[in-house]
């Protein structure tokens, strides 16, 4: 599932909701430790592009945050914050 809430982050930053993909990072990082997983390429590939995209205006401490709130969301919560409007 954390890939597929890793494609929803990315989803959002490209419709602008930068604060949304940083908390649905969380959520994948967070499923990602607790399974013992490490992203596969692609996923990373993702990751980079939401963390260190030149139009990510958030500042680290800021990004660091939201992602933090995000290992609150169920995976359920992430994709549906991906999807609104």
Avoid: W
Avoid at 35 to 62: G, M
């Amino acid at each position: 599932m954390a890939d597929l809430v890793e494609q929803c982050a990315l989803l959002a930053f490209q419709r602008g909701r930068t604060a949304d993909a940083a908390r649905m990072l969380g959520c994948a990082d967070a499923s990602l430790a607790a399974s013992h997983q490490r992203r596969d390429p692609v996923e990373k590939i993702v990751y980079q592009t939401l963390v260190h995209s030149p139009t990510n205006a958030l500042p680290a401490a800021e990004l660091a945050a939201l992602e933090k709130d995000g290992e609150a969301l169920s995976h359920e919560e992430a994709v549906r914050l991906a999807l609104r409007d």
